[in-house]
T-cell receptor, first 116, second 117 residues
């Protein structure tokens, strides 16, 4: 596709429920990033993939958060036993370059997760 | 510790005026400084970016000014238009060619800009 596609656009989860958020990056983009954006805040880095390898997961807030990109294209961010503090917009970004942000990211429109 | 500080939080400018948003960073390893524009319900979109080897970069009505010694950079929007009303984020990251490192962007908290007609 022409852009980064994320689904679902909106997700309401009951506290304790597991959720899975999907990201379809731009075809051929090597790098894929997940960010978390709380209401009224800037995005915060969660994790980075280069093809299928997860090279940096230092931003994942707890072991309830898990991300994968098994074939180097589509990525899934999974949150287990959701808590209210997980409520945020989860953004995916991709880039054709390796690593450095200087190649420019393209962000998706995000998934808004609300935990009730 | 907030590594990129952005101000003001909100800004109202008359149509045709100049909008100025400021950012300061702490990590001297940062060497790429982009500005992103975000509309409600959308992801951030890259507006303009600068590297520290230049002090200014201009693209159309948008200009970044960069002061390496002060560790500050700013976005100037000339002839501001109602369509420029959005949230603007400054950001910073490390190496351009990181050789496989992640170098995720560190964002400021954003400036909500309103251009009044």
């Amino acid at each position: 596709g022409a852009g980064v596609s994320q689904s679902p656009r909106y997700k309401v989860a009951k506290r304790g429920q597991d959720v899975a958020l999907r990201c379809d990056p731009i075809s051929g983009h090597v790098s894929l990033f997940w960010y978390q954006q709380a209401l009224g805040q800037g995005p915060e880095f969660l994790t980075y993939f280069q093809n299928e390898a997860q090279l940096d997961k230092s931003g994942l807030p707890s072991d309830r958060f898990f991300a994968e990109r098994p074939e180097g294209s589509v990525s899934t961010l999974k949150i287990q036993r959701t808590q209210q503090e997980d409520s945020a917009v989860y953004l995916c970004a991709s880039s054709f370059g390796v690593g450095g942000a200087g190649y420019g990211y393209t962000f998706g429109s995000g998934t808004r997760l609300t935990v009730v | 510790q907030q590594q990129v500080k952005q101000s003001p939080q909100s800004l109202i400018v008359q149509k045709g005026g100049i909008s100025i948003i400021n950012c300061a960073y702490e990590n001297t390893a940062f060497d790429y400084f982009p500005w992103y524009q975000q509309f409600p319900g959308k992801g951030p979109a890259l507006l303009i970016a600068i590297r520290p080897d230049v002090s200014e970069k201009k693209e159309g009505r948008f200009t970044i000014s960069f002061n390496k010694s002060a560790k500050q950079f700013s976005l100037h929007i000339m002839d501001s238009q109602p369509g420029d009303s959005a949230t603007y984020f400054c950001a910073a990251s490390g190496a351009w060619d990181s050789g496989g490192g992640a170098d995720g962007l560190t964002f400021g908290k954003g400036t909500h800009l309103i251009i009044q007609p």
